[in-house]
């Protein structure tokens, strides 16, 4: 694809260029092709926007962003095999904000002394870290000191603290790739209690599956949420729990003609086999919204030959407007 390097630089630097996502693209574009020219490209454009954002930038600013490089930069230390491009990805922007970005040291301090890195991003950290107010000799000092090796998971676990959303948002979904854990669990738990990206703590406990039951009362204050509720909603289902106050919420919410998720609240119903609730859910039949009216119809059709007291209220749809409806009509009374 060397060949759209040309045609891709310009769109990089086209000033006029209305739209962020298109030079983004770009810039992803001639990131992975890797030609010589878009290499240059790309690092002089990264260099002309860090210097922009440093002139303009407020000292918080500058180090809600230094700390969210960091971020990236402990993330790919996490990694068995860091990616260095990665890894690098950040620099331009601390450099040019210069000691206002001191609280990224620590971090680039660690990376640099991460012994799986190369010379040339070593060479690269030591000149960020230099203008960032660090001297050589201290940073000969640290390289000095024994090594301590740190724990990947408790590192993880200090992001998922972090009282930027951004960061343990992030945080909180690598902690949901590493499976079940009774410290994994509490860490999401006191996030959900605390109101920390409730969001995203959900969306980790469901990957947990079963081994997060405990976490489930504490998903329910958040399943109505018009925000948060899908993912609260989906949790639940995934940790399969059918206690009276998670079926009660979410039987609740089916009924509610105001509300947001009900289609959800359907389907996740029929997954935990909460026969009782097939009321509620042919409730959801008659909502205004095309694809809530769908899920409940899908929800409907898992209970095959017990949903039969359903049958009526599946055959009014046969009429719906909507052909999709129509279909999903069909199938669940087929099941």
Do not use: C
């Amino acid at each position: 694809a060397e060949a759209a390097s040309t045609v891709l630089i310009e769109i990089l630097q086209d000033a006029d260029e209305p739209n962020d996502w298109v030079k983004m693209a770009a810039q992803m574009a001639l990131s992975w092709i890797g030609s010589a020219d878009g290499e240059k490209a790309l690092s002089e454009d990264s260099k002309s926007r860090a210097s922009e954002f440093a002139s303009k930038a407020s000292l918080e600013d500058i180090r809600r962003s230094a700390e969210q490089t960091s971020f990236s930069i402990r993330q790919e230390l996490r990694s068995p095999r860091p990616h260095e491009g990665v890894l690098t990805a950040g620099l331009d922007n601390l450099a040019a904000s210069g000691p206002r970005a001191a609280n990224a040291l620590p971090t680039l301090v660690r990376a640099y002394l991460d012994p799986r890195l190369s010379a040339s991003t070593k060479s690269q950290l030591a000149d960020v870290i230099a203008a960032l107010g660090m001297s050589s000799a201290q940073l000969s000092a640290e390289a000095e000191k024994p090594r301590v090796d740190f724990d990947p998971f408790e590192d993880l676990m200090a992001d998922v603290a972090n009282e930027d959303e951004f960061i343990s948002s992030l945080a909180m979904s690598d902690l949901g790739k590493l499976g079940p854990s009774e410290r994994a669990i509490d860490a999401l738990i006191a996030a959900l209690d605390q109101g920390r990206s409730p969001g995203s703590a959900a969306n980790a406990l469901g990957k947990f599956g079963k081994a997060a039951g405990r976490a489930a009362p504490h998903l329910i204050p958040y399943m109505a949420d018009r925000k948060i509720g899908a993912n609260a909603i989906q949790a639940v289902g995934k940790i399969a729990v059918t206690d009276a106050g998670t079926v009660n919420e979410l039987r609740r919410i089916a009924r509610s003609n105001d509300a947001v998720h009900r289609g959800m609240a359907a389907s996740t119903l029929s997954k935990l086999g909460v026969l009782d609730a097939l009321p509620d859910i042919q409730a959801v039949l008659t909502d205004k919204r095309k694809y809530t009216r769908i899920l409940a119809a899908k929800a409907i059709a898992r209970f095959e030959q017990k949903a039969a007291p359903a049958a009526g209220d599946l055959g009014k749809l046969l009429e719906d407007p909507d052909h999709d409806v129509r279909r999903a009509a069909v199938d669940a009374l087929g099941s």
